[in-house]
């Protein structure tokens, strides 16, 4: 009922295009749904953050998509940079909760 | 405004030695949580204070590990008797109080158990 699952663990992109993860949860009193990115050696840094009643919510370069119904959420990078090549976290919380993470996705962008 | 602060940032101890990692929250904010992140994996919740209380310590181990936010002060993750086990990055991250669930992280403390 906790948990988060996400996929890819892994996904390699050509600069330029759009990196797809994905994220599925069970518990339904979830109600903010967060993205971090994982620098190495670094601590997760927010990224954008989505709460059930909006469908979709777009940050510079960041989108993330929600599908209440089917327990579903993505995050989508436009115009990939290799700067962007980091590990990827999705998680999920209600209120001041603690957050329940995915597994994480290593995302290369190849120049 | 300054971010979440850890130290110290590496720590070693050798099997047996207590591990006391600090955390100051952003301020403003009223919320602590600790996570676990063993190399490789993902962070694991461990617990989730407020000033003076302990609200979630449902990750905790229930031996060695035990977790205080004082009145005064940063929050403080002991672990005793450490074991090699225990070698991972340790993450705080606070929110602020009447937020909305997101929470900030620190730079994490990196722990080595020799």
Same mark, same amino acid.
């Given at each position: 009922q906790q948990q988060v699952k996400q996929s890819p663990q892994s996904l390699i992109v050509q600069k330029g295009g759009i990196p797809i993860i994905n994220c599925a949860y069970e518990?339904?009193?979830?109600d903010y749904f967060p993205w971090y990115q994982q620098f190495p050696g670094k601590g997760p840094a927010l990224l954008i953050a989505i709460r059930p009643d909006v469908s979709e919510k777009k940050e510079g370069r960041f989108t993330i998509s929600f599908n209440k119904s089917a327990k579903q959420f993505s995050l989508h990078i436009m115009d990939s940079q290799p700067g962007d090549s980091a590990t990827y976290f999705c998680a999920a919380t209600r209120g001041a909760q603690k957050l329940v993470f995915g597994q994480g996705t290593r995302l290369t962008i190849n120049p | 405004n300054a971010g979440v602060m850890q130290n110290p940032r590496h720590l070693v101890r050798r099997r047996g030695q207590e591990a006391r990692l600090r955390c100051s929250p952003m301020k403003g904010h009223s919320h602590v949580y600790w996570y676990r992140q063993l190399p490789e994996e993902g962070l694991k919740f461990m617990v989730y204070l407020q000033k003076e209380n302990i609200?979630?310590?449902? !990750?905790?181990?229930?031996?060695?590990f035990s977790a205080e936010f004082p009145k005064e002060g940063p929050s403080i993750l002991r672990i005793q008797?450490?074991?090699? !086990?225990?070698s991972a990055a340790y993450f705080c991250a606070s929110s602020p109080t009447g937020g909305f669930g997101e929470q900030y992280f620190g730079p994490g403390t990196r722990l080595t158990v020799t």
């Open positions: 518990n339904t009193a979830f | 609200i979630d310590e449902s !990750g905790m181990p229930k031996e060695r008797q450490v074991v090699r !086990g225990d």
